[in-house]
């Protein structure tokens, strides 16, 4: 019961968004209720087309010619509606998964991408799996699940409300003779429609419920294998180097036997549930000739055989309406690890925001053109400290080169005044209103046209067309102005080192006034490094840049270097290097 409880709020948490404050909310509930309106059609159809067959018997029973011809008439009438509501009723299921999908989509892809919710989702190793998968498959999957069961729900419901007026009837005009004794009492088959409904799906539930933890390690099993084709697919190159393809090929395989694995548990459990499920839907429509047969034989029930036969039938539609949860408990349970799968989204997407909230990094800015880092102490996500530094100031204009072991947490550094690691205490200044640039050593180019990668993330139009091409001559990749309309998966198609110069380009044209080169020239051979820090000096004179460097030739380049020194604990601090020379 509380497992029930817990659902349905969770359906309501992960519906009620749409239902009842986004603004297509008006169109979603038109839509529904004409879905129902068309439902309840299809019932009156249905039933009105029971009563046809007999007539249409009848008419060839008593050769009455005119009613044939009436009964002719309204077929067709009936078929007609039958026909029109089945295609209407498709596509205006279609248009609410759609609209719901597009509007649901967009406020979880909000969700992870606000205040960098994706990156911290990531680099803590939160549970939530694959959210790609969350997104672009569960979501889908929760909506068609929804529209389907609560239709059914509903259409469950009024068949039961239509006969459960009749089995009240007949339960106080029908006695109950079991061994000799009447046991009928006011609307008793009622009470035994609930009891057998409670029964039964008591026990499918207790052999299916495995079924909803099955099905959300199979969503994950085959989001894990369809990332892991992803990555192959991303790192071809290196792979074929490398000579990687039986160890990939041994690794899939056994993302694969994962996914079969969990099949095969899945079907096994599955035919237990539906084992259990067909048996006991069989024996619905016994219990109640079961129960009836000594009364009928005792010949006390008015009515007789036809009696059974239309208790039979309300028994049976009231029995479906009440064991609803267990004839469709494959169904619902692939739904529920859906469910589950999307709230756990929501809330690591909510733990992530509470991580920044409860930040004790504290940034703010001032009217001061400088960086200034009163104190910090940066920590892994773990929460083991990594890196520390004290009243480190970064004055406007200054050119600072950042020097390191390696993992010693330069690029931590980095995070931490890019705003976006929020893992320890302290206290950092920003500048009010200047621009932040900061370049990784792995440029990302998002695959579309050279233009779009080189001006990510501002749209191309930001820039004219000439300082586009001159920023590429700038960087020493003018053979590619031609190519700029070009779509390609750049990250694929250019080198190392050019990549960096399309990052640099972009860095031109953005014109920071804050820029951190994380070994963002490190792919060049060092003569190219040095003309394009020569360029980048000449063009960016009043900018501040901050370089991470290994190489010793970038050191003439800067003012000054900050060195992160290794402390006893195997921690980090930054210092000022006094031997630092002059540009
Ligand atoms: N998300 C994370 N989870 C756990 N450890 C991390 C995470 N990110 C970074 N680290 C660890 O923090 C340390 C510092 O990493 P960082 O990238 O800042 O080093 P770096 O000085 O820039 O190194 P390099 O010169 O090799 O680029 C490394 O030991 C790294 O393994």
Redesign the pocket.
């Known amino acids: 019961m509380r497992n029930l409880i817990k659902t349905v709020k969770q359906i309501g948490r992960l519906s009620a968004p749409y239902w009842i404050r986004s603004e297509d909310r008006a169109k979603a509930w038109l839509l529904i209720l004409a879905d129902v309106a068309l439902m309840v059609l299809v019932v009156m159809a249905n039933v009105r087309y029971n009563k046809w067959f007999l007539d249409w018997t009848n008419a060839f029973m008593l050769s009455n010619y005119a009613l044939w011809k009436q009964q002719l008439v309204l077929f067709l009438a009936i078929a007609a509606a039958l026909t029109l509501s089945a295609g209407l009723k498709a596509y205006i299921e279609g248009w609410l998964t759609v609209s719901w999908r597009n509007w649901m989509t967009s406020r979880y892809l909000d969700d992870w991408m606000n205040n960098h919710n994706h990156y911290r989702l ?4 939160n549970s939530t799996d694959n959210p790609d998968q969350r997104i672009q498959e569960d979501i889908n999957l929760f909506i068609t699940n929804f529209i389907t069961y609560t239709l059914q729900l509903i259409q469950q419901i009024i068949m039961f409300a239509i006969f459960l007026m009749i089995l009240w009837d007949l339960s106080s005009a029908i006695p109950l003779f079991l061994g000799g004794t009447d046991w009928s009492f006011p609307g008793y088959f009622i009470v035994i429609a609930l009891v057998w409904a409670f029964l039964t799906t008591f026990i499918v539930h207790k052999v299916g419920r495995r079924l909803v933890k099955l099905n959300y390690n199979q969503q994950r099993y085959e989001a894990d294998f369809r990332f892991s084709l992803v990555r192959v697919r991303e790192n071809s190159e290196q792979i074929s180097l490398l000579r990687g393809e039986d160890v990939e090929h041994e690794s899939l395989m056994v993302r694969l036997g994962d996914v079969i694995a969990n099949t095969f548990r899945v079907v096994s459990r599955m035919m237990k549930t539906l084992l259990w499920n067909t048996g006991l839907s069989m024996l619905n429509g016994l219990v109640i000739s079961v129960l009836l047969g000594p009364s009928y034989f005792a010949g006390s029930i008015p009515g007789g055989y036809g009696a059974i036969m239309q208790i039979s039938q309300a028994f049976q539609t009231v029995l479906t309406a009440f064991t609803f949860f267990q004839t469709s408990y494959v169904g619902l349970a692939t739904w529920k690890a859906v469910i589950n799968r999307l709230s756990d989204f929501l809330d690591s997407s909510r733990h992530s925001e509470e991580i920044l909230a409860n930040s004790e990094i504290n940034i703010t800015k001032h009217a001061l053109d400088e960086i200034r880092v009163d104190r910090l102490d940066a920590n ?3 929460g083991q400290l ?2 520390s530094a004290k009243d480190m100031v970064i004055k406007h204009g200054e050119k600072v080169l950042v020097k ?12 931490v005044i890019a705003d976006i690691w929020p893992f320890g205490q302290g206290s950092l200044r920003m500048p009010e209103d200047k621009k932040i640039m900061v370049l990784p ?1 792995q440029p990302y180019l998002p695959i579309g046209r050279l233009v779009d990668a080189i001006c990510y993330p501002e749209p191309a139009e930001k820039y004219s067309r000439p300082a586009i091409e001159q920023a590429l001559r700038d960087v020493d990749l003018e053979k590619f102005v031609p190519r700029l309309d070009e779509v390609a998966h750049w990250n694929h198609l250019l080198s190392g080192g050019e990549q960096q110069r399309v990052a640099v380009a972009r860095a031109l044209l953005y014109n920071p006034d804050y820029l951190f080169f ?2 963002a020239t490190a792919s060049m051979d060092e003569p190219s490094e040095e003309v394009l820090y020569t360029m980048l000096l000449d063009r960016m004179k009043d900018a501040t840049i901050v370089s ?1 460097g ?1 190489r010793s030739s970038l050191q003439k380049f800067h003012d000054r270097t900050i060195v ?1 020194e290794q402390q006893p604990g195997g921690t ?1 601090r930054f210092v000022e290097e006094q031997a630092a020379l002059k540009y």
């Not at 990531?122 to 190793?125: K, S």
């Not at 390191?404 to 995070?415: E, I, M």
């Open positions: 990531q680099i803590t190793g892994l996500p773990t990594q890196i390191g072991k390696t993992g010693a947490g330069k690029t931590t550094l980095f995070r050593q994380d070994e991470i290994h992160a980090y």
